[in-house]
């Protein structure tokens, strides 16, 4: 099992990226939130993975946090939440407004994630309730301090890739980067303020 590894990112379109750990390039899926908070290319990241091995591929997933690790790990055993739903869910919500929801049975907020109905969101409450113990998402010091400008179409363009990975419609998408700032500098705010906005429909 790989549980750790450490690299420099040389690709990012999230929520996949390739990062070069002594010459070898992973592929790694990566939530969305995490991805916001990777400053450039060419910077050195340090990921928690998890190896999900199936009969027709591998696929490695990766988290800035154990937290995030031990998150995921525990939503998966969930039945009717494979990997990707997982990885929504993480990127959709910051660890402590899943630990909330879940605390506080919100199924309005669990099923803001595409793929997860309301009868898939009242089993996570009933299994995960009382057993998930999340840490605050701060103090990430493992993303390097190097800032690369882009111009705001590439941003725009990643941005909307992102949602689309994450199951969000064209319908969606469209009315959200209609309402994103002009000002937006960098794919992380990008990706933030996409969030913020689809969680007020």
């Given at each position: 099992m790989i549980g750790r590894l450490n690299g420099v990112i040389l690709d990012l379109r999230p929520p996949h990226i390739l990062l070069d750990v002594?010459?070898?390039?992973?592929?790694i899926d990566v939530p969305i939130s995490d991805c916001a908070k990777f400053e450039a290319l060419n910077s050195s990241?340090?990921?928690y993975t998890h190896l999900v091995i199936r009969e027709d591929a591998h696929s490695l997933f990766g988290f800035l946090t154990v937290h995030s690790r031990d998150s995921f790990r525990s939503l998966i055993k969930v039945s009717g939440v494979g990997p990707r739903i997982a990885l929504a869910?993480?990127?959709a919500l910051s660890l402590n407004e899943l630990h909330l929801a879940l605390q506080n049975g919100d199924v309005d907020?669990?099923?803001?994630t595409p793929g997860i109905g309301k009868k898939l969101a009242e089993r996570m409450l009933?299994?995960?309730?009382?057993?998930?113990?999340?840490?605050?998402d701060s103090n990430i010091h493992n993303v390097a301090d190097n800032k690369v400008q882009t111009q705001l179409y590439g941003i725009m363009n990643d941005v909307r890739n992102a949602l689309g990975s994450l199951g969000y419609n064209d319908k969606e998408i469209n009315l959200v980067m209609k309402q994103l700032p002009d000002t937006i500098t960098d794919l992380s705010s990008g990706i933030r303020e996409a969030l913020k906005l689809l969680n007020k429909f």
């Open positions: 002594a010459g070898v390039g992973y592929e990241v340090t990921l869910l993480l990127s907020s669990l099923t803001r009933l299994e995960l309730k009382g057993k998930l113990m999340f840490a605050p």
